[in-house]
């Protein structure tokens, strides 16, 4: 009896250990370097991936999966110093014209000015959904985590495990919701100084490249999706709740204290850009 109990908590960290074995990510596994001709690269057995940008080129990663619907986490640490000019995009997207995107792009800036977040989420082809924000960190001086949760009820995209931003799926009201369209994950760095700091006005000293940007531990609780049918990792029911998951009160107000102190614009309360009214998402909280 004592070594049938005793037991349990072995086999429940053999099980830990093995879901965790399972889904801590290797970039050389989960991820092709895509473009950038030697710009971007896997690094420390995989436990690190860099992109560069110079004059000549950017560079880009996407993964070998497609998912449909997951908890999504990277950590990521952004060009430092004069990153004015330079975007980091970090994204899940689909394929073709009536694509569904989830997207945080990183906007660099002048040393010591912040950096903007940049956050849009498209369905069916249809975008225009911006929130962006400051951060209340320099994300250039360490790694910090940034998660996508996307299940059937809602977006959430998180800083930290602060939750920044929610998109609630609105199909009640005639809004399209990203929900039958697998998804890869997608990150680029490139030259975007035409429009990324203080709408082009400051332009990418190149005297700084190259830009460097890094990602480690990534983190996929996901279903993915392969010759037209998805699976999640279901080992245990208890590492599927990401599928049923919602801001919880604590959650709720951290959310509060991040659109009141570090959100610098929202489509939903840009009166001037929808005269008509509101999109009719934005009604639903
Ligand atoms: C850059 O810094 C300025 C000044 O603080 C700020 O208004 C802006 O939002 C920052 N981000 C970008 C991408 O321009």
Not at 75 to 99: D, E, I
Not at 260 to 277: E, H, L, S, V, W
Request: glycine share 8%; hydrophobic share 35%.
């Amino acid at each position: 009896m004592a070594s049938h109990l005793n037991s349990i908590p072995i086999v429940f960290f053999a099980f830990s250990l093995l879901v965790s074995l399972a889904f801590a990510g290797n970039f050389h596994n989960d991820f092709d370097i895509t473009w950038g001709d030697g710009r971007g690269k896997i690094l420390n057995n995989g436990q690190l991936l860099t992109l560069t940008l110079d004059k000549t080129s950017g560079s880009g990663f996407q993964s070998r999966n497609e998912y449909l619907f997951g908890k999504i986490d990277m950590q990521l640490k952004l060009v430092p110093g004069n990153s004015a000019g330079t975007v980091t995009a970090y994204y899940l997207s689909s394929q073709g014209p009536t694509h569904d995107e989830i997207d945080f792009e990183f906007l660099g800036n002048l040393s010591g000015d912040p950096y903007t977040l940049h956050t849009n989420v498209f369905s069916q082809g249809k975008g225009g959904r911006e929130q962006q924000f400051h951060l209340w960190f320099d994300p250039t001086a360490d790694f910090h985590t940034y998660s996508i949760l996307w299940n059937p009820q809602r977006i959430i995209f998180s800083v930290d495990n602060t939750p920044i931003r929610e998109f609630k799926n609105a199909e009640s009201v005639g809004v399209a919701y990203p929900k039958n369209q697998a998804m890869r994950i997608y990150s680029s760095l490139w030259n975007a100084d035409d429009w990324a700091t203080r709408g082009g006005l400051i332009k990418t000293d190149w005297s700084k490249a190259p830009f460097t940007a890094s990602y480690r531990n990534f983190n996929a609780k996901a279903c993915i999706w392969s010759s037209g049918r998805s699976s999640c990792n279901s080992n245990a029911p208890s590492n599927n709740a990401w599928l049923n998951e919602e801001l919880d009160a604590t959650s709720q107000q951290r959310l509060q204290w991040v659109q009141k102190n570090y959100m610098i614009y929202n489509y939903c309360t840009d009166a001037k850009r929808f005269p008509q009214g509101y999109p009719p998402e934005c009604a639903i909280h």
